[in-house]
């Protein structure tokens, strides 16, 4: 493509690509295999509880955080890892993928637009999931490896808030894309660094912060959730038939039909 059609989405991972989070099933399965004891796990599952519900840009914070993610994974070999993260994506990620935001990450790329992740994940299970669905590529965050093994030590800072945008605007440099004219998708208030750093912005299954100011600012918002709901109660084949009638009166700008007035057979 020309330079000048050169642009970019950036979608981050947990809660928007991915239900959940990926550190959480990363620990989970390699715990599984008797990496670490329950001491170990406990005491990382604390600090990524306790980070991710201050939602906090607290330098302390993110360093205990930061701490507590590397000596998890120091001292074990990136090919034993890299294993690990193979059946963390079959196990949790193929499964759990939001089908919606992959279907705006497949759009994106057909129009000749370059998709990257961009999360606090590790850089190399970041890559992993790109790659497996065919994105152009990844940013995480970056370990430092000694011959093949974690030293449990990060390369710069873990890529949470304010590193996203920095991460965001170095590629954009290093790849001649025009930020105005990338997108940016996420799920949470702590990005919006990231969100404001390109010129469209997108809120995917917003939390309460985001979505406030999503609606203010006129940001584009996609909310797959109601249909998980439905999926429930009717089964996957009638909620599909739901959202595609929705996709159209949304496009129509019509109003929706309150529930109240479905057929009480539904």
Known sequence: STMAARSAAFFDLDNTMVRGSTLYFLGRAMYKRGYFSRADISKFVVANVRFRLTGTEKPEVIARFQKAATDFVGGHKLDELYVIAQSVYDEYVSPALIQGTIDLAKQHLAEGTE????TAAPQDMAKLIADRLGFTGALGTKAIIEDGVFTGKLDGKILHGSEKARAVRELAAERGFSLNNCHAYSDSASDLPLLQSVGIPHAINPDARLRIKALAEGWQMHDFRKFRKLNRWLGPAVSRIVALGDR???????????LSRMPSSA
């Open 248 to 258: 159209k009166s949304t496009r129509l700008n019509s109003s929706h039909i309150p």
């Open 115 to 118: 998709v990257w992740l961009v």
